[in-house]
C-alpha cells in the first residue's frame, strides 16, 4: 500500500486543480514543484506591497459561468477589464482595434465612415485568398492600422517577417465598430482580489506539497511514490527528448519600481514601434486599482535564442506537431501516469481552459475506479 494515491508533478493552474478535486473526493496526493513558489506561470510575488505577475500579466475570463463560481470560491474577483494602450511613438491608441481606435487614427465618427475608410485602403492592394499574416491583416484593417499597431509588434514578437509568417496567427484580430475597449468578448472578468496565489493556495489546501523538487532528479523514485502520477511538465522531457525538442517562443521581464505612485496610467501598454526593444509595458498595481506609494512596472521583451529560456508559448507548426505525436503514442500507453496542462499536452492554454481540462480529467479519474 501506498502512501498516495496521485503524486502530482507541478504545483500550476493544472496540477493544483487535479489536486483540489482528488483531495475532496478524499484521495491523498503529494504535489511537487522544481519552482520555489507554487502556481506556475501564475504566481505573484509582492514587491512594494504590490501583486507582480512574475510570469506575465494574467488576466482571468471566461463565459463559463460554473468555471467563474469555481474560482470564486476561493476569493472574489475584481471588476478589472482589459482595455491595453497601444503606443506608436509617442502616439496613443486604444486596443482593441474599435471605434476609439478609429476616431484616433481618422477622425470617423460612426461605422460606416469607419468600414468606408478601411474599404478605401484596402482596395487598390487587390488581397485574394490571404498567404501570409501581412496579407490577412491588410484585408481586415487596412494600410493604417497595420502599419502602426501590428506590422512592427507582430515582427518584433515573433523575430521574423510578417511576409514570412503565417495567415492563420492573426485570424481571430479582434476588430469592433463599436466605442468598446473592452479585449475580451467573455461575459466574466476580473483580477482575484489579493492576488492568483489565493486561488492556488485555496485550490492546494488539503494536499501535501513540495517545492524545490525537480521530478527528474529522482523519476525511479518518484514513479513508485504514489499509485499515479499526475504529469503537468514538458511532455518531451518526460521521454527524455528521444524525438527532439518541442520548440517554444519565450518572453523576458524587466522589473523597474519607480518612486512614483502611477507611471503609465494603465496596466498594460503596447508597444508597435520597430525601435522600442519591449514589446509591452505592464503596471502590475492597475490590475487591482491599486494606491501603493510606489509603483512596480515590468518590460517585457520577445527571445530570439528560446530554447534556454522559459517556455512560454508552444510553436504549433508542422514539424513540432509531428514530433509531438510521436510523444503521445507513448503517453496514451501509459497506465499510471495522466498528463495535463500546457506543457505535457504542448497546448496554449487560457486558465479558464487548464481548470476545464483539469476538472474533466479528474471526473473521468474518479468514474473510471
Ligand atoms: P504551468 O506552467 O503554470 O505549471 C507547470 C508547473 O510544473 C510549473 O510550476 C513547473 O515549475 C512545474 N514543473 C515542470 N516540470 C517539472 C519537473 N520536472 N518537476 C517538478 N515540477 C515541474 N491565461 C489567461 O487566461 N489569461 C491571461 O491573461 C494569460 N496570460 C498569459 C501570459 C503569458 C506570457 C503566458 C505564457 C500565458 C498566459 N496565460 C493566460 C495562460 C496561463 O499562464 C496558463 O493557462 C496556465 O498557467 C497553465 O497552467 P499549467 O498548470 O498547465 O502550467
Not at 290 to 314: H, L, M, R, S, W
Not at 337 to 347: K, M, N, Q, S
Request: net charge neutral; aromatic share 14%.
Amino acid at each position: 500500500e501506498k502512501k498516495y494515491d496521485y503524486l502530482i508533478v507541478g504545483s500550476g493552474l493544472f496540477g493544483a486543480t487535479f489536486a483540489h478535486e482528488m483531495t475532496k473526493a478524499g484521495k491523498k496526493c503529494l504535489v511537487i514543484d522544481k519552482r520555489d513558489h507554487t502556481g506556475g506561470n501564475i504566481h505573484c510575488k509582492k514587491i512594494e506591497d504590490i501583486n507582480v505577475h512574475w510570469y506575465g500579466a494574467h488576466i482571468f475570463h471566461t463565459n463559463d459561468k460554473f468555471l467563474w463560481d469555481f474560482v470564486n470560491q476561493f476569493t472574489d474577483f475584481n471588476r478589472y477589464t482589459n482595455s491595453p494602450i497601444a503606443n506608436y511613438k509617442g502616439e496613443l491608441y486604444n486596443l482593441p482595434f474599435n471605434m476609439n481606435t478609429f476616431y484616433s487614427l481618422w477622425g470617423t465618427k460612426t461605422p460606416k465612415e469607419a468600414k468606408e475608410e478601411i474599404a478605401r485602403q484596402i482596395k487598390h492592394l487587390n488581397i485574394g485568398e490571404p498567404q501570409n499574416l501581412e496579407e490577412q491583416a491588410l484585408k481586415l484593417v487596412g494600410t493604417d492600422i497595420y502599419e502602426k499597431l501590428i506590422k512592427h509588434y507582430t515582427e518584433k514578437q515573433w523575430g521574423k517577417k510578417a511576409t514570412a509568417l503565417p495567415a492563420f496567427i492573426i485570424k481571430r484580430l479582434p476588430v469592433r465598430f463599436t466605442y468598446d475597449n473592452n479585449y475580451f468578448n467573455d461575459k466574466y472578468q476580473g483580477i482575484p482580489i489579493g492576488g492568483f496565489n489565493k486561488v492556488i493556495d485555496g485550490l492546494l489546501a488539503g494536499c501535501d506539497l513540495r517545492l524545490n523538487t525537480d521530478f527528474f532528479d529522482n523519476k525511479s523514485e518518484w514513479l513508485n511514490a504514489a499509485e499515479k502520477i499526475v504529469y503537468t511538465g514538458k511532455i518531451d522531457a518526460y521521454y527524455d527528448y528521444r524525438f527532439g525538442e518541442l520548440e517554444y517562443r519565450s518572453l523576458r521581464y524587466e522589473l523597474e519600481v519607480h518612486d512614483t505612485e502611477n507611471y503609465q496610467g494603465n496596466a498594460v501598454m503596447n508597444f508597435t514601434d520597430a525601435e522600442t526593444p519591449y514589446t509591452r509595458v505592464y503596471e502590475h498595481k492597475h490590475f487591482e486599482f491599486g494606491t501603493q506609494p510606489k509603483t512596480v512596472i515590468t518590460k517585457e521583451y520577445p527571445v530570439k535564442d528560446a530554447q534556454n529560456a522559459e517556455p512560454y508559448y508552444p510553436v504549433n507548426d508542422e514539424k513540432n506537431m509531428h514530433i509531438l505525436k510521436k510523444y503521445q503514442d507513448l503517453a496514451s500507453k501509459e497506465e499510471k501516469v495522466i498528463f495535463g496542462g500546457r506543457l505535457a499536452e504542448y497546448r496554449y492554454y487560457d486558465m479558464h481552459q487548464v481548470i476545464a481540462s483539469a476538472l474533466l480529467k479528474s471526473k473521468n479519474e474518479l468514474k473510471n475506479e
